[in-house]
Nanobody, 124 residues
Framework: QVQLVESGGGLVQAGGSLRLSCAASGRTFSSYAMGWFRQAPGKEREFVAAISWSGGSTYYADSVKGRFTISRANAKNTVWLQMNSLKPEDTAVYYC?????????????????WGQGTQVTVSS
């Protein structure tokens, strides 16, 4: 089992940047593919980005491609989401998730563990 704790959310103006972190504890971090998802008020949770266990493969939603970057450091048990050129429509609670022995997936039901989320608010 793994526990996930997100941090780094906050309030930023449109065009600004934020870097989210997700710290993992428990089982060997390198055995998990990791994903970031987000949920805006009144909307369903949606995929943002994912990274394979090695970091060799990454995947992005079309809405964030070219603006967001997912990365990880297995030695630090941490995955990051660098968010640049933020837009008001990026406002949401952001969650990290772990996929046991996975390769990274945009499908929520592939993920076994979830963090509690961190709020990102982008003002116009």
């Amino acid at each position: 089992q793994v526990q996930l704790v997100e941090s780094g959310g906050g309030l930023v103006q449109a065009g600004g940047s934020l870097r989210l972190s997700c710290a993992a504890s428990g089982r060997t971090f390198s055995s998990y593919a990791m994903g970031w998802f987000r949920q805006a008020p009144g909307k369903e949770r949606e995929f943002v980005a994912a990274i394979s266990w090695s970091g060799g493969s990454t995947y992005y939603a079309d809405s964030v491609k070219g603006r967001f970057t997912i990365s990880r450091a297995n030695a630090k048990n941490t995955v990051w989401l660098q968010m640049n050129s933020l837009k008001p429509e990026d406002t949401a609670v952001y969650y990290c998730a772990a996929e046991d022995y996975g390769l990274g997936s945009p499908q929520m039901n592939r993920y076994d563990y979830w963090g509690q989320g961190t709020q990102v608010t982008v003002s116009s």
